[in-house]
């Protein structure tokens, strides 16, 4: 199902039969070293992170991360949404891309695509961001979308912290 369009782009919320792109995005180092090893190693196993995570927060949200495609080809060039996860209050956007599909401009294309309709078709407020502190060019892209550096927060994983960005603040 289709959920946003912008110039260039086709956002649509992921199903089981996208297993073989998730495979490899998760499994691409720059998606090992910034966001975290998922541990997919299979189609199978990709197939059921679609459902348990994706699928499921559709169900239980209204919202989730979504497949990126280029909207002139149906090629899928990597995944943006909102994540709802357990030590936030607030929903989360992310991204990832294909590398080679960075610097041109869909990250950032996509991210404000998705905070636009969290905002007027979801009505959600306050949307925030976590990152790897030492991935620069996601930082960059969140100030470009309205959020600033808040603080460094535990994730998870005792072993990588992450700098939290919430909405800049009224001038």
Request: glycine share 8%; charged share 20%.
């Amino acid at each position: 199902m289709k959920v946003l369009e912008t110039g260039r782009l086709s956002l649509r919320q992921l199903r089981a039969a996208d297993a073989p792109f998730m495979l490899g995005l998760l499994n691409e180092p720059s998606f090992v070293q910034n966001i975290g090893d998922r541990g997919v190693r299979t189609l199978e196993g990709a197939r059921e992170y679609i459902l348990r995570g994706a699928v499921a927060s559709y169900e239980q949200h209204g919202y989730g991360l979504y497949l990126v495609e280029l909207k002139a080809t149906a090629v899928p060039i990597g995944i943006c949404g909102l994540v709802k996860r357990p030590y936030l209050v607030d929903a989360d956007v992310g991204f990832a891309f294909l590398p080679l599909y960075w610097a041109q401009g869909y990250a950032l294309e996509a991210a404000a695509a998705v905070m636009d309709y969290a905002r007027v078709t979801l009505g959600i407020e306050r949307v925030v961001a976590i990152v790897s502190p030492d991935n620069h060019a996601s930082c960059r892209l969140l100030r470009k979308i309205g959020l600033e550096f808040e603080a460094m927060i535990d994730a998870p994983d005792p072993s990588r912290r992450c700098a939290l960005f919430t909405p800049a603040r009224e001038a």
